[in-house]
């Protein structure tokens, strides 16, 4: 069985292919999770794909609110992106330097929610593209800055109001792309302050396991036709993903796009507003606690 959308992903040898075409943008979304102190943006510097820029996920953000790296507003997002030389008649792909890359497919949730199908994620990411002896270079990338035209789908995103509205209506799947051990409370979250457990209904999708581990590139289509089966998940029926901070929820959601499931959404906020708000239910389990 083949993806119903392989447009979501491309191959290294494409982008090595189509480095030089004026219809490309290369952006690395590198971003360090919780646990990681990596500096991207120093190590962008030391060696990224020619031609990239960098897509700077906390600064390309709702600057006004204490969550992390919330979504923008549609102009804010447009004049960002503007800046780094892209505009809506661009592919955009997007890769970044992480074992799953669930930055890059942070960056591929963003274009769509404003509005632009026409990006992708790098197949296996930096590391791939390294590994296979391909070419980098150094220091910072400008481009001329250009005109992008954003239009923001809420269909495409989540609150808190409608994440605890569906606790008890159920009109959508939620698949929390945590380990287990953070889903089942097992471990401490890596948040000061934060309760652990999960949404109560929410189904555990740990986002490494989309893919493969020796090359990190996206498990086939079958694979994860097996991986939604076994959670309880109806790969096309609507569905959200939450996480940490609203990051490597992007996995599953293009895992759902790849499987032809257009409309999986983001809880932006995800974990680090719930887990933080003492007024949410939470579960541990199969039992669950409320206020």
């Known amino acids: 069985m083949d993806y119903v959308n392989p447009n979501a992903l491309v191959s290294t040898d494409w982008l090595a292919d189509h480095l030089e075409d004026p219809n490309v943008r290369v952006i690395d979304a590198s971003f360090p999770i919780p646990g990681d102190t990596t500096d991207y943006k120093a190590e962008f510097r030391k060696a990224h794909i020619p031609n990239a820029v960098y897509f700077d996920i906390d600064e390309i953000a ?19 992106v503007g800046k780094l030389g892209i505009d809506n008649d661009h592919r955009v792909i997007a890769y970044d330097v992480g074992g799953g890359y669930a930055a890059a497919g942070r960056a591929w949730w963003m274009f769509r929610a404003f509005g632009h199908d026409k990006v992708a994620v790098l197949n296996g990411g930096l590391n791939k593209w390294r590994h296979e002896g391909r070419p980098t270079e150094k220091g910072n990338v400008t481009s001329p800055p250009s005109r992008f035209s954003a239009t923001y789908r809420p269909e495409l995103c989540r609150n808190v109001d409608q994440m605890l509205a569906n606790v008890t209506d159920l009109q959508f799947q939620v698949i929390d792309a945590r380990s287990e051990g953070r889903f089942y409370a097992r471990e401490p979250e890596p948040r000061a302050g934060s309760r652990s457990g999960h949404i109560p209904g929410s189904k555990c999708m740990f986002y490494k396991d989309f893919l493969r581990e020796d090359d990190g590139t996206f498990k086939s289509a079958d694979e994860l036709h097996q991986a939604f089966k076994q959670a309880g998940i109806q790969f096309d029926q609507p569905a959200a993903a939450s996480c940490g901070s609203g990051v490597t929820a992007a996995i599953p959601i293009m895992a759902l796009y790849l499987l032809g499931n257009e409309n999986g959404a983001i809880y932006d906020a995800s974990w680090s507003e719930w887990g933080m708000r003492e007024d949410l239910p939470i579960a541990t389990g199969s039992e669950e606690t409320t206020p």
Not at 68 to 77: K, S
């Open 62 to 80: 709702d600057q006004d609110t204490e969550l992390h790296h919330m979504l923008p507003t549609a102009d804010e997002f447009a004049n960002a």
